[in-house]
């Protein structure tokens, strides 16, 4: 038996081999960077920390326009700082020796749906709040009010002072330790692991 092959034909092969990788590589790369989109999407919302938070964490894979055997993908949060809180669970301090306003279901939500600070609640709702110092536990801000149905403190439209007492507006401390409550380098981990084997998966259906 006599086997033969021209320059010309190996190097059709090589182009073949080189197009079929860089078709493996860029698909493999694409996938993996949606699959951790996905994932850290999943994480967020499994968190508890709401579907627009979620959608944040945007994905692109390079270059765009062709294939390539240096295919690279980005996976990233629009809102970085909030995941990096989450995501590491740092202690965040008052500046300046001063105190950290945490409102309690009482204060309700403030303009745009965000936490009102002290002022701005008082402002609000026209109520006074003043401070009660603790050694055992945070101090507080409280008013004297009534609670409506929704647990809202508001100003008492009664005369003689029905059903008003006295309600914790705001937690004051001086510090609080943000609950680590993602872990992104695991998915981020899982999906690296999970590459050589889409190249290998997508090299192969390239070929074929």
Do not use: C
């Not at 860089?22 to 694409?30: H, L, P, Q, T």
């Amino acid at each position: 038996m006599k086997l033969s092959a021209t320059i010309t034909d190996l190097a059709k092969l090589m182009q073949g081999e080189i197009a079929a990788g860089e078709k493996a590589v860029s698909a493999a790369i694409r996938d993996a960077g949606k699959d951790l989109q996905d994932a850290w999407r999943a994480q967020i919302t499994g968190a508890g920390l709401g579907q627009r938070l979620a959608r944040s964490i945007r994905s692109e894979s390079y270059p765009k326009a062709r294939n390539s055997l240096n295919a690279a993908a980005l996976v990233w949060s629009k809102a970085p700082v909030i995941i990096g809180a989450h995501d590491t669970g740092p202690l965040i301090r008052a500046k300046g020796g001063l105190w950290l306003a945490i409102p309690t279901e009482a204060a309700g939500k403030g303009r745009g749906g965000k936490r009102p600070t002290p002022r701005e609640w008082e402002a609000r709702t026209g109520l006074k709040l003043r401070f009660i110092p603790r050694r055992l536990g945070p101090s507080l801000l409280i008013t004297d009010a009534r609670l409506n149905k929704g647990g809202r403190a508001v100003v008492s439209r009664s005369k003689t002072g029905r059903g008003v007492v006295s309600v914790p507006i705001f937690l004051m401390l001086r510090q609080v330790s943000l609950r680590k409550r993602l872990d992104l380098a695991r998915d981020a981990k899982r999906a690296i692991d999970g590459v050589p084997g889409l190249i290998v998966a997508n090299w192969v259906e390239a070929r074929g």
